[in-house]
């Protein structure tokens, strides 16, 4: 079926922080979700699979598998996870992009690839796994390069992360133009929340890109219960629906 887009172009990704909220938050936002369940969450593989699969029942399959606050140590249990479980979303390190998508067996399900800001205007770092991030010289190549290399890889999308809110504006600005050119998705990430989430988007829907997969974390996550708040996200929602 795939995931669900707001008039063709916006679907939500925030987390679940159990079954029965992933329930809730789908139902908030009428289904335009996919909702994140972090591999960093679990102790093994198999206990992930066995958990997401129930996700998978309550979410219609649109489940968006993650490494855990973008940490690239886990990119192997997502890649692994990819055998056993076909979420309709998958979120990736740069660096295993094609490894992950041989196991998922299928070009239909969503697949990104995480690229950092750099600093530079119209460039992306993607030197993101658990080793390259590390490195002293970074891999820093313009976004168009970048975009074609995921394509390559079988990606679908940039997840440009971390974001910091608006820190990058320019360069978010620049990664959305090219995702634009180049007919790609862009999943802008990190820092954002209900105060910045309208102006990231008008940014981003501005400059052309035909559809945007906006993730808002840990600001609309109450940290008494770990949940999601449903009332956040039917505002999302709502600001989205104002916008396309």
């Not at 998958?90 to 690229?115: K, P, Y």
Request: with cysteine; net charge negative; proline share 4%.
């Amino acid at each position: 079926m795939g995931l669900n887009y707001y008039n063709g172009r916006v679907c939500l990704n925030v987390l679940g922080g159990s079954l029965e909220n992933a329930k809730e938050i789908y139902e908030a936002a009428e289904k335009y979700v996919a909702v994140g369940v972090l591999s960093a969450n679990y102790p093994d593989v198999p206990s992930a699979v066995e958990d997401m699969k129930k996700y998978m029942d309550v979410l219609e399959g649109n489940l968006s598998v993650g490494l855990g606050g973008g940490n690239p140590a886990q990119w192997r249990a997502v890649a692994e996870i990819a055998k056993e479980v076909k979420a309709n979303h998958f979120n990736q390190a740069f660096c295993a992009v094609g490894w992950t998508r041989a196991n998922l067996g299928t070009d239909e399900i969503h697949l990104n690839s995480m690229c950092a800001p750099c600093g530079k205007v119209g460039y992306v770092k993607i030197s993101t796994g658990p080793l390259s991030k590390e490195c002293a010289e970074p891999a820093i190549v313009p976004v168009d390069t970048a975009i074609a290399m995921i394509k390559e890889m079988g990606g679908n999308s940039i997840k440009y992360f971390p974001m910091g809110g608006l820190k990058c504006k320019d360069e978010m600005k620049a990664v959305a133009e090219a995702c634009a050119r180049n007919h790609f998705i862009m999943e802008p990430t990190g820092g954002i929340d209900l105060d910045n989430f309208r102006e990231i988007m008008e940014i981003v829907l501005n400059a052309g890109v035909e559809k945007v997969i906006p993730h808002v974390y840990s600001s609309i996550i109450d940290k008494a219960t770990g949940n999601t708040r449903i009332e956040d996200v039917k505002k999302l929602l709502a600001i989205v629906k104002e916008l396309v």
